[in-house]
């Protein structure tokens, strides 16, 4: 056969092939130039410099539902490094990629959201300027028996950090009948001696974590009253009782009796907070007392600096500064000498409730914002400056910090009713609890450090292993209906 005739029937046969729209493109360029370009049948595409790689994974990715997506994360939550550092050496041995490092999966999860977003195609080509490769570049050494590359045996021997597990479903959960759905009142605390108190309507009842028995502490339906507050103090012999009429009860936990009743407010007392023998005490009458229960009650401190109830009090752990919000949206910090607040801080929008202070860094305070405000801020104390914030889109009801680790969790009400952990200072968040139906009011952290508990509107409390590495018994996770009420 003729090869200029050869030549004709194939570019013919080429231009049929052709969609109508490059036909129609090829044609107006044909017409528009007065060069014609003369191409041949097949096109080879010069590969030097170009590196390649194949996205599979994240085609398959882009495919998932969210709800897939997740489920997904959390069957192979057990081989997710392993299958990280797996991936990172196929790329060094088919793609050349010269990893030495296994990536974070949640990092690189994070990455592949990104991509996904950017583009959906399956191949990306990146044009890489050659150099010229030193010594310490070679590939394979000479005197080993390994297939593998040198950067491989580097990822191989690179350190892991151990996956962080924080388990979705509390480890037990309790019912609390007429446990207050009341934003303002502090219902929960846990002690030293690892007994926890729960204020339910007029009586407070008090739960070993150690054998689950639970006894009633007092009744406050004899008085006409009801439970506003609960605090122990440090060495959890002692718990505080708030009440709707304004008094400050003292109460011994192992004799289950009551030592004093103090007086001085005239509303409701909704946040406590000792300081060694010390106590402090804020109501909605706007005033904060300290008071030594080894002393008359005539030697108290009067604090007034809010203008609207106070509903959070924590002493830092140096016991040196009292910091205290209010309904007011003030955040205000005191000292133990004065009378008026040394610092005063007015960024939230929202009542203060949620409060912390660092047990790593001096001077550190944490506060929360309730529903107008609904941002997690961040103080120094030694300065009087603001460090940082972030919207956690919900209200802030409780703060707590961990023990061990630079992080601290959060719970929250409307309109999402969940509980996070946050990483600091970077404010990653590192889990989210749900499982409350109503607004978590109230929060209280193990005397191990270890675990958390929740209570909330819904009448249950909920322990959560947030900040537990490991745990040595299976605890039951069906509802134990422990706080019954006792005729």
Not at 107 to 117: E, G, N, T
Not at 193 to 202: E, H, I, K, Q, R
Not at 322 to 351: E, F, I, T
Request: with cysteine.
């Amino acid at each position: 056969m003729d090869q200029e005739y050869e030549r004709r029937l194939l570019r013919q046969i080429n231009h049929q092939n052709l969609p109508t729209e490059s036909r129609l493109t090829k044609g107006l360029g044909a017409a528009c130039s007065p060069v014609a370009v003369k191409s041949g049948d097949r096109y080879i595409p010069t590969r030097a410099g170009s590196n390649w790689s194949i996205n599979f994974h994240y085609a398959n990715e882009n495919c998932r539902s969210p709800a897939q997506t997740h489920k997904a994360k959390d069957a192979s939550s057990d081989s997710s490094k392993d299958a990280v550092a797996y991936a990172a050496l196929l790329r060094n041995e088919l793609l050349g990629a010269g990893m030495e490092t296994v990536a974070d999966p949640h990092a690189d999860d994070r990455r592949h959201a990104v991509l996904a977003q950017d583009s959906h195609s399956l191949f990306r080509f990146t044009v890489h300027t050659k150099r010229v490769p030193s010594v310490s570049d070679n590939e394979f050494s000479p005197y080993s028996l390994s297939p593998l590359s040198n950067k491989s045996h580097k990822l191989l021997r690179s350190p892991r950090k151990p996956a962080r597990k924080i388990s979705k479903i509390p480890f037990k959960v309790l019912d609390a009948p007429e446990l207050q759905d009341d934003f303002y009142l502090n219902l929960v605390d846990w002690s030293a001696g690892n007994l926890l108190s729960v204020g339910l309507g007029a009586c407070v009842y008090l739960w070993s974590a150690c054998t689950s028995q639970v006894t009633r502490l007092c009744d406050l339906s004899v008085d006409g009253d009801s439970v506003t507050s609960v605090c122990w103090n440090e060495r959890g012999g002692l718990v505080a009782v708030g009440t709707h009429k304004g008094y400050v009860q003292i109460w011994d936990a192992a004799g289950g009796r009551k030592l004093t009743c103090l007086e001085g407010h005239s509303a409701r007392v909704g946040a406590l907070a000792w300081n060694g023998e010390q106590l402090s005490s804020g109501s909605r009458d706007r005033v904060i007392l300290q008071r030594d229960i080894r002393t008359p009650p005539s030697a108290e401190r009067r604090l007034q600096g809010h203008r609207q109830e106070v509903c959070g009090l924590k002493w830092s752990p140096d016991h040196q500064h009292l910091a205290s919000g209010g309904n007011d949206n003030k955040l205000l910090v005191w000292n133990s000498s004065s009378l008026v607040p040394v610092q005063q801080y007015s960024d939230h929008l929202a009542a203060v409730k949620a409060i912390a202070w660092s047990p790593h860094q001096h001077g550190l305070l944490a506060s929360g914002g309730g529903t107008a405000d609904r941002c997690l801020r961040f103080w120094n104390t030694l300065t009087g400056q603001a460090l940082q914030s972030t919207d956690t889109g919900s209200q802030v009801c409780n703060l707590a910090w961990s023990k061990h680790a630079n992080e601290l969790v959060s719970t929250h009400g409307y309109s999402q009713n969940q509980i996070l952990v946050w990483k600091y200072p970077s404010l990653t968040q590192v889990a989210k609890l749900t499982g409350h139906s109503y607004r978590v009011l109230y929060l209280a952290v193990s005397p191990d450090g270890e675990a958390i508990v929740t209570g909330a509107g819904d009448e249950t409390l909920r322990f959560w292993n947030v900040f537990s590495k490991t745990r040595c018994t299976k605890e039951s996770k069906s509802v134990l209906n422990l706080f019954t009420r006792i005729r």
